[in-house]
């Protein structure tokens, strides 16, 4: 049609920086993914710049011989789908429960609940508090505290609010309770909020790391990024103990464990996860931190 | 029992007594969740004493010398504290200053990206520049070793591959623009991710607008200007005063993460420097009062951030 004008300075202009900015964004992840599954020797000398050289898959298997690797990762999943469960079923029934007008003191506590977001008390009396309470070299460190969360409560105590009340007073007068009412008719409403909840605190376990750098030293409860951040710093000697344990190897130079290798192996296997997820979870987020935006 | 016929006459009775019976019900249900908030958001503030004791770990507090204000005049009282201090400030308000100023960035990648009429390049851009934020600081850290470490480094090898460079250089393990590489790193995570508000914002505006300045003659920057740009305003303000608000708290992930012996007298920021002196150097009391001075400037910054927003906007952000 004559009416769609022509391509503008400013649309080349416009264009040209998204998309370089779009490459400057994806660019890592596609240079340690094709550094993973190159000759290894090549990688170390850093000379695979922009495809994959003679690939080959032996880095990923090689990692999990690490010692203490497999571990990791199963603590990582561990406390994502576990803290993940418990996450979104708190924030679930204590959002519900907050928008009930006739709950003891609801007013008082909620803002006892929500103030927790504008302060904290620091680092070292939190450490404290923690290893007073037995927290440290505990799983449950990494569960616990990230229970409840105020700003998932928020988000759902507005979704909530915004669903029509009369269908929770028509079960209350056949003779429903709270907790009937919530499983029955809340939470199949509310399943939009719960799966946004779900993605923020999934991401949030699994990328967690400070907290096993202060209260963990029991290397059976090291998380990945924990071992990932180690390796960053030590990788020349991990690598060092792997072809030695790797003993009588026939491997030859070019499936090597190098330093780099163990790097970008380690972070590839990070990163996988949430790759995965991610397009799952596209169409949730932007919903999600609209709810939260509107209530500020 | 008498609750059968008496809940056959009328509602509203029944529903009074629901309440007296369920009020406290409703309470015992959220008490365990309310209790773990106490734990670990409560308890901690009794933490606090440990700023007036010389305490050690090891020793118990009962056995620690009461200090009184000691580790508060500390931070000032000598020469060599003194210009620690300042040095540890000067980074949080360097980086915390660059922070704000980028803050327009994610705005400006908005109104790009709602320009962009092509629906697949638009989506194609909106994925690959949001994926980062949902990657830790760990793994940030680990991409910048790949690219610009000193052996093997992507830029190292390209720079001296086309024979700008002799030597590689070290760019990580370096004194020099320590803030901008840290603030560059931020905006290079956070930017995608930004701008999706400030995206949702402008879907937000009336059609109308747009047609009504058409009408007028406007050009497209001209409808950028009067039109996009004041229905983005809210949005940004209330933003940017939340990040007056954090001013002091930079948080310590990305600063502990990408921090070595050579750039760490510029890369300690306040909640950097804590870790460092409490948690590395042992002196409990002097890092948990330097907390705790964070905390009321903090507060007051919050108060003061929600004064301007109340005056300007005429809505409170707390």
């Not at chain 1, 008390?121 to 229970?147: D, H």
């Not at chain 1, 507005?158 to 003779?175: H, K, R």
């Not at chain 1, 991990?238 to 970008?264: C, F, H, K, N, Y």
């Amino acid at each position: 049609m004559a009416i769609r004008s022509k391509i503008s300075f400013f649309d080349i202009i416009n264009y040209t920086v998204l998309a370089l900015f779009t490459l400057t964004c994806f660019f890592p992840f596609y240079y340690l993914f094709i550094n993973t599954i190159s000759n290894n020797d090549l990688s170390s000398r850093g000379l695979v710049m922009f495809y994959p050289i003679e690939i080959h898959l032996s880095n990923y298997a090689q990692v999990f011989q690490i010692p203490g690797f497999g571990q990791a990762a199963l603590v990582s999943l561990g406390r994502t789908v576990i803290g993940t469960l418990l996450t979104v079923a708190a924030s679930g029934f204590l959002g519900y429960l907050f928008t009930k007008q006739e709950m003891w003191g609801r007013r008082f506590w909620y803002r006892f609940l929500v103030i927790t977001m504008y302060f904290n008390a620091g680092l070292i009396p939190w450490y404290l508090i923690m290893r007073n309470l037995g927290l440290l070299n505990n799983f449950l460190a990494y569960l616990l505290p990230a229970i409840v969360s105020p700003f998932y409560i928020i988000l759902v105590k507005t979704y909530v609010e915004s669903t029509p009340i009369s269908l929770q007073e028509s079960a209350q007068i056949d003779g429903a309770g709270y907790f009937t009412v919530f499983w029955k008719i809340i939470m199949p409403l509310i399943t939009p909020i719960l799966a946004t909840i779900a993605i923020f605190s999934a991401v949030g376990q699994w990328n967690q790391f400070y907290d096993t750098l202060f209260l963990v030293t029991d290397q059976r409860l090291y998380t990945l990024q924990f071992i990932l951040w180690r390796y960053l710093n030590e990788a020349t000697s991990v690598a060092e103990i792997m072809r030695q344990t790797g003993g009588s190897t026939r491997l030859d130079l070019s499936m090597m464990p190098t330093a780099t290798s163990i790097r970008t192996t380690v972070t590839m296997i990070v990163v996988v996860p949430i790759l995965l997820v991610y397009p799952f979870f596209q169409r949730f987020f932007v919903k999600g931190i609209m709810i939260g935006a509107v209530k500020g | 029992m008498q609750v059968g016929p008496s809940q056959a006459s009328t509602s509203t009775p029944i529903r009074e007594r629901f309440q007296i019976k369920s009020k406290h019900w409703l309470f015992l249900m959220a008490c365990p969740f309310l209790v773990l908030v106490f734990i670990f958001s409560y308890l901690p503030l009794g933490g606090w004493i440990y700023a007036f004791y010389d305490y050690r770990p090891g020793i118990p507090l009962s056995k620690s010398d009461f200090v009184g204000f000691h580790w508060f005049t500390a931070m000032f009282s000598n020469e060599v504290q003194r210009s620690e201090m300042v040095r540890v400030l000067r980074n949080t308000f360097a980086i915390s200053s660059l922070g704000i100023l980028t803050s327009v960035l994610p705005v400006i990648f908005a109104i790009m990206l709602t320009e962009v009429r092509n629906a697949s390049f638009k989506k194609i851009v909106q994925t690959f520049t949001t994926l980062p934020n949902f990657i830790s600081w760990v793994l940030v850290y680990s991409f910048a070793f790949m690219l610009f470490s000193v052996d093997g480094g992507f830029l190292n090898n390209v720079l001296m591959s086309l024979g700008w460079i002799e030597e590689p250089t070290n760019i990580l393990a370096s004194n020099q623009h320590t803030w901008l590489a840290m603030t560059l790193w931020g905006v290079w995570k956070g930017l995608g991710w930004g701008a999706i508000m400030y995206i949702a914002a402008i879907t937000g505006i009336d059609q109308e607008l747009y047609e009504a300045a058409k009408v007028d003659g406007a050009s497209r920057f001209r409808q950028i200007w009067h039109v996009t740009i004041p229905g983005i305003m809210p949005t940004f303000f209330v933003l940017l005063v939340l990040s007056i608000a954090n001013f002091i708290n930079n948080g310590m992930e990305q600063y502990f993460i990408f921090a070595n012996a050579m750039n760490m007298s510029n890369i300690e920021v306040l909640d950097l420097y804590v870790y460092n002196v409490g948690i590395t150097g042992s002196n409990f009391g002097f890092a948990t009062a330097v907390s705790i001075m964070k905390s009321f400037v903090s507060l007051f910054l919050l108060f003061l951030a929600n004064g301007l927003s109340k005056a300007v906007r005429g809505e409170t952000i707390i």
